[in-house]
């Protein structure tokens, strides 16, 4: 049976014992995460098409699009409408977001992305970085990295991931204060797409630049997601899995702290500083 944030499937469940014997068969419904197409335009114009799961599809739009630097505030967006009518082409309807924008300026063909960019699309890594630094618009604080905080920040998005104790299939972004405390939590089968509607939120609530807000990520951390956060003026950038190459070298050049690996008694710190008296030895 298919849905929309999440779908049910008949699967074949199989146990092994230790020697790789099948020691049980059973058939149940088993509940995945939804994954469905967004197309989004700006005044009819295609601008993008992503994978994601449905939900805070306007979130999504507007951090997008501050993220690839097409706004600057809310108020950029005049309006945000899903095509109207049963089906568009046999597509759900709901699937195609057209945002107005305040002042309407046709995009470049250079501008549009039609396909989410990934790890595969081979950008070069020092012009990415030099884009970056010229687009960037808010001065990334110096956020020191307090350990206690770091470590349990794992738990504390971990337990706002109502999907994912569901499905155990998709992403969380979330915004938290200094202290460690959530701003906001958002789920989906993108990190990209977690991290843009965490950010559209935070645009449309009047809240960035986040320079006083740490975004943390249950995947690894990518070169996409440190620009994304440092677009939107965060000054750390907590992973539970491991940075690539172009990430590090990103936080290290924009001057974001960067941790990776973040599982509870342990981290590994990329990018920034520890906060004072937290070295061992040291108070």
Do not use: W
Request: net charge negative.
């Amino acid at each position: 049976m298919s849905g929309r944030v999440n779908a049910t499937f008949a699967v074949t469940k199989v146990r092994l014992d230790d020697t790789g014997q099948v020691t049980q068969v059973d058939t149940r419904g088993d509940t995945v995460a939804g994954e469905e197409p967004l197309e989004l335009r700006v005044g009819g114009q295609t601008l993008t098409t992503t994978m994601r799961t449905p939900g805070h599809d306007v979130e999504l739009a507007h951090g997008f699009l501050h993220s690839e630097g097409h706004i600057d505030k809310a108020s950029d967006v005049q309006e945000a409408r899903y095509c109207a009518g049963a089906s568009v082409d046999g597509r759900n309807p709901y699937n195609l977001l057209d945002l107005e924008l305040t002042n309407a300026q046709p995009f470049a063909l250079k501008d549009l992305r039609l396909t989410t960019t990934t790890s595969a699309c081979g950008a070069c890594g020092t012009s990415s970085i030099e884009a970056l630094m010229k687009q960037t618009r808010y001065e990334i604080p110096q956020v020191p990295v307090d350990p206690g905080v770091v470590a349990k920040l794992p738990s504390a998005l971990s337990a706002e991931q109502k999907q994912f104790r569901k499905t155990g299939g998709i992403h969380a972004a979330g915004a938290f204060t200094l202290d460690g405390e959530p701003i906001v939590v958002r789920e989906d089968v993108g990190r990209h797409n977690a991290a843009d509607k965490v950010i559209g939120h935070l645009l449309m609530e009047d809240k960035l630049p986040a320079n006083d807000l740490i975004l943390v990520m249950s995947s690894r951390a990518s070169f996409e997601l440190v620009n994304k956060a440092a677009m939107a003026g965060f000054g750390m950038l907590v992973a539970v899995s491991a940075a690539s190459s172009l990430a590090v070298e990103t936080a290290r050049e924009t001057g974001m702290a960067l941790v990776g690996f973040a599982r509870g008694d342990r981290f590994n710190l990329y990018s920034g500083e520890l906060s004072r008296g937290t070295l061992p030895g040291r108070s």
